[in-house]
């Protein structure tokens, strides 16, 4: 099974930066290995739902934005460290959340929350005003 691990949230002031990484292991329940499977990654505010920020594909060359993110936020991934990252630009105090990266065994990287099948425990990013 696929785990998932987030790292490098934090406090930080508006218009900073912060860069999450989410470091993967296991294969899907259809043995698929990390190379091959897209990624996302989402977040949570206190009383609101889940959502999408943004999604890379296995290959790493197709990515898709929430609208709030385009432009500050980047999303890559090393397949070689078997690794996602989240770099955050342009930091606002609506950006605060608890991050989350998701794994999905089949499909492209989408924005659709139920559509991936393993998550990581969340990493939490504040941003002070």
């Known amino acids: 099974q696929v785990q998932l691990v987030e790292s490098g949230g934090g406090l930080v002031q508006a218009g900073g930066s912060l860069r999450l990484s989410c470091a993967a292991s296991g294969r899907t329940s259809s043995g698929r290995t990390f190379s091959t499977y897209a990624m996302g990654w989402f977040r949570q505010a206190p009383g609101k739902e889940r959502e999408f920020v943004a999604a890379?594909?296995?290959?790493?060359?197709?990515?898709i934005y929430a609208d709030s993110v385009k432009g500050r936020f980047t999303i890559s991934r090393d397949n070689a460290k078997i690794t996602v990252y989240l770099q955050m630009n342009s930091l606002k105090p609506e950006d605060t959340a608890v991050y989350y990266c998701?794994?999905?065994?089949w499909g492209a990287g989408s924005s659709n929350v139920y559509e991936y099948d393993y998550w990581g425990q969340g990493t939490q990013v504040t941003v002070s005003s």
């Open positions: 998701a794994a999905r065994d």
């Open positions: 890379i594909s296995g290959r790493g060359s197709s990515t």
